[in-house]
């Protein structure tokens, strides 16, 4: 049997399109999935009262997490906390502690993100009142010392008080920095005589 150009062509190109649909069946097919459970997103563990302590090089509490209630989860290995507080400890300054209803730490405690009623609270000293920052959600990098969110903010010291659009504090250098759409009113206290 001779098989002319044409039909030539034609068995070449019908040969061509069951090797392409062959390959594009391959390549858009979902690959073999384990069913061993590491891709769900369940806990593994769960601790009621959970206490967590950061120490420095000198053995000091550099920060403490506490939690009522915490999950573990295997699939990214980070723990989702119910009502943390966060007290961050500095030599020769007041502490800080940063509260929250939810939070959501990382696999090795390298950030801490909390959302639901945030607050950061400054310790009282002998010259300043407490100031408390009230916003609905913030990052924390514990070990760094920093915390930030793009959020609305309102901050409190005594009867004085401050609101803005996102905020970036720094305990290294006790600074909270507003970032935006900043509006206040301020009260001199008093001096003691």
Known sequence: MKFGSSQWFTIVLLALL?????????AVAPGETKLDGKLRHDPDSMAENFLLRQFDDQGRVKYRLTAPYMEHYPDDDASQLKNPILIQYRPDAPTLTVS????????????????????????????????VARM?????????????????????EDKSWVKGVGMHLDQNDSTFELQSQVTGLYYPRRVQK
């Open 18 to 26: 069951a090797g392409l649909s062959f390959w594009l069946q391959r």
């Open 100 to 131: 929250g209803d939810n939070a959501r730490v990382t696999s090795k405690g390298e950030v801490v993100f909390l959302w639901d009623d945030v607050r950061v609270t400054r310790a009282a000293t002998p010259e300043r009142p407490a100031a």
């Open 136 to 156: 609905p959600d913030l990052t924390a990098h514990p070990n760094d010392g920093i915390a930030f969110t793009q959020s609305p903010v309102e901050i409190t």
